[in-house]
């Protein structure tokens, strides 16, 4: 059974920071593609990057201000989030994928944790 459990969320101030984190079980995060996305109020759910084996990526949006990495031992993925606008408060969510056909699948989902940034 996977099992995904972020943390971290919060209200902080614009121009400030936050990591998120994403502990895993039933899924190992070195060898597994692990994202994350946000869903804001009003928007669909969109994916702001992800992670799988020494590379990555990131959505225009958050590239350069984002970070996502992993902590093996802990099992764990972080996002670690700079320079915040208003326009990141979102709810974030973690997820773990398949590589089908070339195409990237997410098979398991957290709960998600709210990020508020207030201006």
């Known amino acids: 059974q996977v099992q995904l459990v972020e943390s971290g969320g919060g209200l902080v101030q614009a121009g400030g920071s936050l990591r998120l984190s994403c502990a895993a079980s039933?899924?190992?995060?070195?060898?597994?593609?692990m994202g994350w996305f946000r869903r804001a109020p009003g928007k669909e759910r969109e994916m702001i990057g992800y992670?799988?084996?020494?590379?990555?990526y990131y959505v225009p949006s958050v590239k350069g201000r984002f970070t996502i990495s992993r902590d093996n031992a802990k099992n764990t993925v972080y996002v670690q989030m700079n320079s915040l606008e208003p326009e990141d408060t979102a709810v974030y969510y973690c997820?773990?994928?398949?590589?089908?056909?070339?195409?990237?699948?997410?098979?398991?989902w957290g709960q998600g944790t709210q990020v508020t940034v207030s201006s």
């Open positions: 997820a773990v994928g398949r590589n089908i056909a070339g195409s990237i699948t997410w098979d398991y």
């Open positions: 039933g899924r190992t995060v070195s060898t597994s593609i």
């Open positions: 992670i799988f084996g020494p590379g990555g």
